[in-house]
């Protein structure tokens, strides 16, 4: 807790049976209040490590891939009182000894989300990010801070904090089950006018780190592309994609009446 608010991590969950320990040992325990761990249909011993660890778990029946696994992860933490979520990846390769820098950020009242920066402090190479990859999140990220106005160093890191506020603001029900979730997240973030903060965050790039690979890259690059320009057209008012219509019931929680398109949200 951080003056006397709630924080929950958020771990959603794939073949992570040999990292979570670690990942989990590595949490500031002293200010984080509560952890969860959502099983996408692993198959392996995760849900049985988690629990055993005395982490809150939730395991999927069937795959219902990364981002369905946030909306669990999310709907779940926002049930326990979260005043402060923070997302971390059970598979190590981002540091959770952050998590306290994060989610002070969020107290603060300054920021509404937060994301650990892999690029700024031009960590991400030494970390162990293949140069494809890099190439890769510098183009979009170059793209997409073009054609949103925002000046992030990076959209696809997959370490974010958020406040309850931010959580409710967001029509996250009518994103993608799929790695683009993360993406329309942030673009949803940005049509809404919260506040994004970023902090530098070493990563680790190792064996038992999760990755997606070229195949499923290629197809995440296309969905950055087609949710920017779904985010320019519906910004000139011409297209009212799903995941950017704020007047629809498809907020986590319990989201009342819209006012000129912004969503008033139930506390």
Request: hydrophobic residues 40%.
């Amino acid at each position: 807790m951080i003056n006397g608010k709630k924080v929950v991590v958020v771990m959603p969950a794939y073949r992570a049976a040999k990292t979570v320990e670690r990942t989990w040992r590595a949490l500031p325990h002293a200010i984080v209040d509560h952890v969860l761990l959502v099983d996408d249909a692993s198959g392996d011993e995760t849900a049985a490590v988690a629990a055993a660890l005395g982490i809150e778990v939730h395991v999927h029946p069937e795959n219902r891939g990364y981002g369905g696994n946030q909306k669990t992860c999310y709907a779940q933490a926002l049930a326990r009182g979260a005043d402060i979520v923070v997302m971390v990846h059970p598979d190590y390769q981002y540091d959770p000894r952050l998590v306290t820098a994060m989610a002070a950020m969020i107290e603060s009242e300054i920021y509404d989300v937060v994301l650990g920066s892999r690029i700024l402090g031009g960590m991400a190479r030494a970390g162990g990010m293949p140069a494809w990859k890099y190439a890769a999140n510098r183009g979009l990220t170059a793209f997409q801070n073009l054609f949103t106005g925002a000046k992030l160093s990076e959209y696809h890191s997959g370490y974010r904090a958020f406040s309850r506020h931010a959580l409710q603001s967001l029509p996250l029900l009518a994103n993608s089950d799929d790695f683009v979730f993360d993406n329309q997240m942030l673009v949803q973030a940005i049509g809404q006018g919260l506040a994004l903060g970023e902090i530098s965050c070493p990563t680790r790039y190792e064996p038992d780190s999760s990755s997606i690979g070229l195949r499923r890259s290629i197809r995440y690059g296309f969905g950055v592309l087609g949710t920017t320009l779904d985010f320019v057209l519906w910004r000139a008012g011409l297209t009212r994609p799903e995941f950017l219509d704020f007047n629809a019931d498809r907020y986590l929680g319990s989201s009342t009446r819209t006012d000129g398109g912004r969503p008033r949200v139930s506390p």
